[in-house]
């Protein structure tokens, strides 16, 4: 028997339209390439799970009033090129209806798609990046297309990038960013002198995506996920940065990667549950401000 479908917040919006939804959400359930733990094919669906306990109101608006749309899974059992081809497919025909795509993961390399299909839709694209880790590495554990690997392959491909929140990478990487000026904050940088809001590069694009691992927050936000680093954002700071994003930027879309849920605890699924619609709310306030 088929599963049945879960909706984001579905105890509030119940079954709604993409005609009528602001926001499409996307669950791709990929794990190909995960390194330590396991288990970011279950992230998505627990984030969707953990959703129906959320409140509408997010203590500023009512985000759900824009509308959210859960789209089928996607297929993840074949090849991985395939499977990222097919993302790529929706994102670009979410992003030709004016709507917000909103991917949910899935190990980091299923970002690779939905930047993409916005480079082809928008042209410059700016990827803000927050994680633990760089992902910039030429290639790990014989792949290319590894999620360690998922921002060097976007840098190539054109997609400008800032990341937030590091503190584990390899020399290549920090190499690698020094050479092609990636703008990063550090964690401890962040820590050390109180960073709240983000300095984006002068000329960087004004359409944004924001790709959000969850390892880039503390463990004790969120310990559920493959590598819980030590000394992450905390979540206040968090918001804080993305609210300073300046409005004449255009959030073009969003993903929240590489949740590992844990049998023991829900914690970190409903906190990635809550970042997902957070970022829907500090996505909608900037448009109605843009059209008040």
Not at 220 to 235: A, L, Q
Not at 275 to 289: A, E, K, W
């Amino acid at each position: 028997m088929k599963k049945a479908r879960t909706y984001f917040l579905e105890s509030e919006t119940g079954e709604q339209t993409p005609e009528s939804s602001l926001f499409h959400v996307i669950p791709v359930p990929y794990e190909k390439t995960v390194s330590y733990g396991t288990g970011t094919s279950r992230g998505p669906e627990a984030i969707l799970a953990a959703s129906h306990q959320l409140e509408a109101y997010d203590g500023i608006t009512i985000p759900l009033e824009h509308g959210i749309y859960t789209c089928e899974p996607v297929d993840c059992s074949a090849r991985g090129p395939i499977v990222l081809a097919e993302v790529e497919r929706i994102t670009a025909s979410i992003l030709a209806d004016g709507r917000v795509p909103v991917v949910l993961g899935g190990e980091h390399t299923v970002s690779y798609a939905p930047v993409m299909a916005m480079k082809k839709h928008f042209g410059r694209t700016g990827v803000i990046h927050f994680d633990a880790h760089a992902d910039l590495r030429d290639e790990f554990h014989g792949s290319d297309f590894s999620h360690a690997c998922v921002m060097r392959r976007l840098h190539e491909q054109g997609a400008e990038i800032v990341q937030l929140g590091t503190r584990s990478y390899c020399i290549e990487e920090q190499e690698y960013r020094i050479l092609n000026n990636i703008k990063y904050y550090d964690a401890s940088l962040i820590h050390r002198k109180r960073i709240t809001s983000i300095e984006l590069p002068d000329d960087f694009p004004d359409d944004i995506y924001i790709s959000v691992d969850v390892d880039g927050l503390d463990p004790s936000v969120i310990p559920h996920t493959g590598t819980p680093v030590p000394g992450g954002i905390m979540w206040h700071d968090f918001f804080m940065m993305l609210d300073s994003i300046p409005a004449d930027k255009r959030i073009r879309g969003f993903d929240v990667v590489e949740l590992a849920p844990g049998n023991d605890s829900r914690v970190s699924d409903f906190a990635a549950a809550q970042i997902v619609y957070n970022m829907m709310g500090i996505i909608t306030r900037r448009l109605d401000h843009l059209h008040a």
